[in-house]
């Protein structure tokens, strides 16, 4: 199991955009479908899905938040991997602009000669690239942070954060904007991935005028193996006590985090109704509670 998952949330269309998305990328199934009743967005579907052997959750917990491109998926098409990569990627992209419209054309571009960045029909976004088979190898997906309005300029010190708070980090490439792209600021981040927890990340900046920012419709789910681990990372990412509840915190950033217990959908299985009920009334998850 991954440790850390990306998670979206829908209004009620997590199961139906789950089945879409792994009809669309190789090496992908439905890894479990549950239900929360009772809660206070009524019952909720939880779906668990793996795209390209990368693990996801979705929910549909009613209209609360909007998905956007702040927080988007990078894939990574390599002809040295991947026999005719480019023919593929065209075909995902051909598939993900069903109802959805580009926010970059797939086209050639300086840093790729083939890319395109896709916001589907559900509102999450995408972005496919051909990668330099000369280049050092990247995983197939990777979740992709874009820092604008106030936290653009932010996504030097953000990833720095992050590689300080979870183990098995290192930084990849860094590139910067040079002078002479307004309105984005010489220096900052144009392009940096990063490893936490053996998994690899994206940021970028962007002074582009944008209206949306990171909220909770996409969260980045951490998986624990107990309490401690629960507790530390509460510790270091949880900055915004008023949006603490249920496992979800904020980071100073901006960004959506759960943390939760690897077992979670055990615990919740052993009895829905009562296991709910306590989950619901807590913000930090509390494995003794489940006992």
């Avoid at 990306?6 to 439905?30: C, G, N, Q, R």
């Avoid at 109704?273 to 306590?278: F, I, L, P, S, W």
Wanted: proline fraction near 5%; include cysteine; aromatic fraction near 14%.
């Amino acid at each position: 199991m991954q440790k850390i998952v990306p998670h979206l949330w829908f209004d009620k269309e997590a199961v139906e955009a789950a089945e879409w998305y792994t009809s669309i990328f190789d090496d992908s199934k439905i890894l479990f479908k549950n239900q929360i009743k009772n809660t206070p967005s009524g019952d909720c579907d939880i779906v668990g899905f793996q795209l390209r052997g990368y693990e996801f959750q979705a929910i549909s917990a009613g209209p609360y938040f909007k998905l956007n491109p702040s927080i988007s998926i990078m894939v990574n098409f390599d002809p040295s991997q991947e026999p005719n990569a480019r023919e593929r990627m065209s075909e995902i992209w051909k598939r993900l602009m069903e109802g959805g419209k580009a926010l970059m054309p797939l086209d050639q571009y300086p840093f790729s000669e083939w890319y395109g960045w896709v916001q589907d029909k559900y509102g999450f976004s995408w972005q496919l690239i051909l990668t330099d088979p000369k280049g050092e190898e990247r995983p197939r997906m990777m979740p992709s942070m874009l820092f604008v309005g106030d936290v653009c300029g932010k996504a030097e010190e953000a990833s720095d954060f992050y590689l300080s708070v979870f183990k098995d980090a290192k930084r990849g490439a860094m590139a910067r904007y040079p002078a002479g792209m307004e309105p984005d600021k010489a220096g900052t981040v144009m392009f940096t991935d990063f490893m936490l927890e053996g998994q690899w990340f994206v940021a970028m900046d962007s002074a582009h005028q944008h209206e949306f920012g990171f909220n909770e419709a996409v969260s980045l789910m951490v998986c624990c193996n107990d309490q401690a681990e629960i507790d530390a990372y509460w510790e270091k990412l949880s900055a915004v006590p008023e949006s603490e509840q249920c496992g979800w915190v904020k980071d100073a950033y901006g960004v959506s985090w759960q943390i939760v217990p690897k077992n979670m959908g055990e615990l919740m299985a052993k009895n829905p109704e009562v296991n709910t009920a306590k989950m619901l009334k807590m913000k930090k998850i509390m494995l003794s509670e489940f006992e």
